[in-house]
């Protein structure tokens, strides 16, 4: 499997007040993405800071988004499935092409089969994970890709928890404080014991 991974894109962000420094940021990112489009890996991974601002600019998403729909490289026959949004099982296929021998993780409270059972599949595994009340618990704000991650790395082994707690320390230690930083760590750490699969 090939990854291109990418990060710190950091799309509406005006350094030094000046427009042309929003500008040098987006074209960075086109032409990360168009070398991605080129390269046509399995996966484009954008690890964090894609924007500079919790509420970015509505024309920088809308131009994300464009770049981002020209790669024309559907997922068809996804390893592992994350569902983030619980209310998206039934209304969206989340487990479409998902391989025989693939897996899907939902943020939900719910047990594995009830998922399954909600789903209609009898192939992969299906792992649950209650996500937001532990970002709730632990980072104090319900956002469940941090848990997510932890469940994500116990399921696929990509890499060791580790080197996602080192990562979190390196990334957020001056923004969230040592605080923060422990809540994350605990979050993955959480997920990683928590989540539970069939």
């Not at 042309?20 to 993405?33: A, G, N, S």
């Not at 924007?51 to 390893?79: N, S, W």
Request: net charge neutral; with cysteine.
């Amino acid at each position: 499997m090939r990854i291109a991974l990418a990060s710190d894109f950091h799309l509406d962000r005006r350094q030094f007040n000046r427009q042309q420094r929003w500008q040098d940021y987006m074209q960075t990112f086109i032409k990360v993405t168009q070398r991605v489009g080129e390269l046509a890996p399995d996966a484009y991974v954008i690890a964090g800071d894609l924007f500079e601002k919790y509420r970015p600019h509505p024309g920088v998403i809308r131009r994300f988004l464009q770049e981002v729909a020209r790669l024309h490289c559907p997922i068809i026959a996804p390893d592992v499935s994350v569902v983030l949004d619980p209310t998206l099982v039934g209304t969206e296929d989340v487990a479409e092409g998902l391989k025989d021998d693939g897996a899907i993780i939902i943020n939900t409270p719910e047990a594995p089969a009830a998922m399954r059972e909600k789903l209609g599949i009898t192939h992969g595994k299906v792992y649950t994970l209650d996500a937001t009340k532990i970002a709730i618990e632990e980072i104090g704000r319900p956002i469940p890709n941090t848990p997510m991650i932890g469940a994500l790395i116990k399921i696929s082994g990509a890499m060791k928890l580790e080197t996602i707690f080192h990562d979190i320390e390196k990334k957020f230690l001056k923004k969230l404080g040592e605080r923060g930083v422990q809540g994350n760590i605990n979050a993955v750490k959480r997920a990683h014991e928590e989540v539970q699969g069939e």
